[in-house]
Each structure stands twice: as C-alpha cells, then as structure tokens.
C-alpha cells in the first residue's frame, strides 16, 4: 500500500538519482528544473509548487507536484511526475497519481486535473490514461526541442467538462 505525503529536502536525493540518463531526464522536466544533471539546489525550485512524495512500508516510491496555472484553485495541474524505476510497471504510478486526484478534488476541491506528457514517453501517458486522464485536443501542440529533436506534448485532462 502506499500513501503520500508533503515533500521533504532530504527526499531530494532518492528522487533525483531515477534518472540515469538526459533523456529520461528531460521527459521528466522538460528542461525546466535546469540541465541534466541538476544539482539538489537547483531542485528546490519544486518547493514553491504543491510537492508530494509517495512512499510504501519500506522506502520513496515516488513523486509529483500540482500547481495552479490560473488564479483559482479550479484546475490543479500535476508536473514533474516520476516513479522509482524499479516500482515502475507495478501499479505504483496509478496507485500514486490516484492519490493525488483525491487531494486535487476532495482536499483542495478542483474542478479539473490537467498534466502534459510528451509524446515520447507512452509508459506514462498510458498510466495517465488508466487513471481516466483523458487526451484534450489544442489548437496548437505544445513543442519543445530537446537533445536535438522535436518533442511533442500532448494534454490530458481529469475532472468537470471533460469529454
């Protein structure tokens, strides 16, 4: 069983060394956190979201962030979401990310859930998709150039007007 909890600094470590390689790295940030590989200062940047680590009986399992991309509590957005690669495959991302829609809509009361994934990274947009995020269709994909190539991002949605 896992739960989650409000992230700590000292969980930095654990966290950062699941990524072994930039380009894991990258679908895991965007570049935002700063430039593979980031230093623990440079991830504190994630304290001044809403930062959550999912933990079971014997260690770190996982993380994520929400955040408010408008002035309202409405949507919450998840970001920077990520499971001990070892757990992965194992149901701990849907379990976590589960978890996390009940803080989104019974503890903060949203309407909405949103999260970005790229293209690229099929295992976690089908666990996205397994906890019923569903893909929204813009009017223009979202872009980034990472490592030399175009990276596509597609939007998912959870929550009120979703179809």
Same mark, same amino acid.
């Given at each position: 069983?896992?739960?989650?909890? &409000?992230?700590?600094?000292?969980?930095?470590?654990?966290?950062?060394?699941?990524?072994?390689?930039?380009?894991?790295?990258?679908?895991?940030?965007?570049?935002?956190?700063?430039?593979?590989?980031?230093?623990?200062?440079?991830?504190?940047?994630?304290?001044?979201?809403?930062?959550?680590?999912?933990?079971?009986?014997?260690?770190?399992?996982?993380?994520?962030?929400?955040?408010? &991309?408008?002035?309202?509590?409405?949507?919450?957005?998840?970001?920077?979401?990520?499971?001990? &690669?070892?757990?992965?495959?194992?149901? $701990?991302?849907?379990?976590?990310?589960?978890?996390?829609?009940?803080?989104?809509?019974?503890?903060?009361?949203?309407?909405?859930?949103?999260?970005?994934?790229?293209?690229?990274?099929? &295992?976690?947009? $089908?666990? $996205?998709?397994?906890?019923?995020?569903?893909?929204?269709?813009?009017?223009?994909?979202?872009?980034? $150039?990472?490592?030399?190539?175009?990276?596509?991002?597609?939007?998912?949605?959870?929550?009120?007007?979703?179809?």
């Amino acid at each position: 069983m896992i739960r989650i909890r &409000p992230y700590k600094a000292s969980d930095a470590d654990t966290i950062l060394s699941w990524c072994k390689d930039e380009k894991e790295f990258y679908q895991w940030t965007a570049g935002i956190l700063g430039n593979y590989p980031i230093t623990q200062n440079e991830f504190r940047f994630v304290e001044s979201l809403f930062p959550f680590t999912a933990f079971d009986e014997k260690e770190i399992v996982g993380f994520f962030t929400l955040r408010c &991309p408008k002035e309202s509590l409405d949507e919450l957005r998840f970001g920077f979401v990520i499971v001990n &690669p070892q757990k992965r495959g194992k149901g $701990y991302g849907k379990a976590m990310l589960s978890l996390g829609l009940k803080f989104v809509f019974e503890i903060y009361g949203a309407k909405k859930a949103s999260l970005g994934v790229f293209e690229n990274n099929l &295992p976690a947009y $089908y666990c $996205y998709k397994s906890v019923g995020f569903k893909d929204v269709i813009l009017e223009t994909t979202e872009k980034y $150039y990472v490592l030399g190539e175009e990276w596509n991002c597609r939007e998912l949605a959870f929550g009120e007007n979703i179809d």
